[in-house]
């Protein structure tokens, strides 16, 4: 029994490949997980994560260009045409004592004891497009899928229990699929809150990203903040800010930003949620120069203003505002226009550097050379023009600075 989604999908050469090498081996070889829920859907696939029988080392054997992405997980990456196909032994996880990671896997022969360990029933179909192929669908994922409904495989509370994750990852996939989640499933998430507390940051971090970035996202945090989810991992940004979240751009640091507006120090916040530092410097930068130029600021206001905050970061600021609820009147295309006519804004964007300006008044090194720099800079951010090194050397000699 196929469904007719699954008959029509186009599945790349090398995926082909890959299965029908493992099969000609004598192997049980399937697509598992997102790429069956997306064909299923009628979306293409990020990628093609295959399950098979294959111990590692046969897999490896099977193929000439093996990366060992996770041997003692049963992962390995067959690359074909510049394709890589995740490959994983059929296992079942054991021993999840800290709720983290399993801590011991084992693998097995068949396909359903793989799909069993899997976290919801949209994710837990297998599918094997090779002529005579068959498609396994043990709990019902086709019709939870049609159904929109994220539900978990067997018992939530078991399944939250032994992995926190999922709860999070049941959110997530209803902020990215638009989907809603069954009415267990999404009672087990509270209860289960002591668990997910446990669950390594990256982690989290690697599904709240997804989610937050996600066109739904309002639903996303909002079920998070529902469901005490929010308070475990980010009480900094509670109460949601969900009508802002729905006049923003779907771009990570924006969100972020507007998820932690309203705190001291989202620097640390973004740094616990292991972050790249890049990420926490940005978006703590952002939140921390909120401050807009006036309604009826001139050109020099709106270069003074861009010159404190950097040029790069001031359309940004400017969409974090507007997102709030920040009446912006006609700043945005202000600060367009004056950005377009690229004004010096920064001493290094100055004619004259500090030898120069040495030169000029034989002077020394010292702090006078400072001060004259930025006298120089707050000179033309009022007059850009002034920008040359033959005007900046008059008003330096004439000007009793
Ligand atoms: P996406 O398209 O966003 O990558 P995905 O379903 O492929 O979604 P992955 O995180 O890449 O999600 O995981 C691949 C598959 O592995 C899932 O479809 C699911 O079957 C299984 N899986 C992933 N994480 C867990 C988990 N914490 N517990 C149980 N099964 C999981
Ligand atoms: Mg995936």
């Not at 097995?108 to 949209?122: G, K």
């Not at 989610?211 to 996202?217: I, M, P, Q, R, V």
């Not at 309203?262 to 120069?289: G, S």
Request: with cysteine; hydrophobic share 45%; glycine share 6%.
């Amino acid at each position: 029994m196929f469904p007719e989604q699954l008959t029509q999908a186009r599945i790349p050469h090398a995926v082909m490949t890959v299965l029908g090498r493992l099969q000609e081996r004598k192997y049980a070889a399937f697509l598992v997980g997102g790429c069956v829920r997306d064909l299923a859907r009628g979306v293409e696939p990020k990628d093609f994560d295959v399950a098979t029988s294959a111990k590692p080392e046969e897999v490896q054997r099977s193929f000439s260009k093996v990366i060992p992405t996770g041997v003692e997980h049963g992962t390995v990456t067959v690359v074909i045409d510049g394709m890589h196909v995740e490959v994983t032994t059929f296992r079942a996880e054991a021993g999840y004592e800290d709720g983290r990671r399993p801590t011991q896997v084992e693998f097995h022969s068949d396909i359903e004891a793989d799909l069993s360990r899997r976290d919801f029933t949209m994710n837990a179909m297998a599918f094997d497009p090779t002529p005579g192929g068959r498609f396994v669908d043990p709990f019902n994922g086709m019709a939870d899928l049609h159904a929109r409904l994220i539900r978990c495989v067997r018992e939530p509370l078991e399944r939250f229990g032994e992995d926190g994750l999922r709860a999070l990852r049941a959110v997530r996939f209803a902020a990215v699929l638009d989907f809603n989640i069954e009415p267990d499933t999404e009672a087990a998430i509270a209860p289960t809150l002591p668990i997910f507390k446990r669950v390594a940051m990256e982690r989290v971090r690697e599904e709240f990203t997804k989610l937050l970035t996600a066109k739904e996202a309002v639903k996303g945090v909002s079920l998070l903040e529902k469901n005490g989810l929010l308070q475990a991992f980010m009480p900094e940004a509670v109460p949601a800010p969900l009508d802002a979240l729905k006049r923003s751009a779907a771009q990570l640091e924006l969100r972020l930003g507007l998820m932690l507006a309203k705190c001291a120090n989202p620097y640390d916040v973004l740094m616990r949620l292991r972050y790249p530092i890049a990420v926490a410097k940005t978006v703590a930068h952002w939140v921390q120069h909120q401050r807009l130029p006036g309604l009826h600021s001139t050109d020099t206001d709106v270069r003074r203003w861009l010159s404190k905050v950097g040029a790069e970061h001031g359309p940004a600021i400017l969409s974090l505002a507007a997102a709030l609820g920040v009446d912006t009147g006609a700043l945005v295309p202000q600060v367009e226009a004056v950005l377009a006519s690229r004004p010096p804004l920064k001493t290094a964007d100055l004619a004259l550097d500090g030898k120069a300006i040495m030169q000029i008044l034989s002077i020394p090194p010292g702090r006078r050379v400072g001060e004259l720099t930025r006298a120089l800079l707050e000179h033309v951010l009022e007059l850009p023009l002034e920008n040359t090194p033959e005007k900046l050397t008059q008003w330096l000699t004439r000007a009793k600075v």
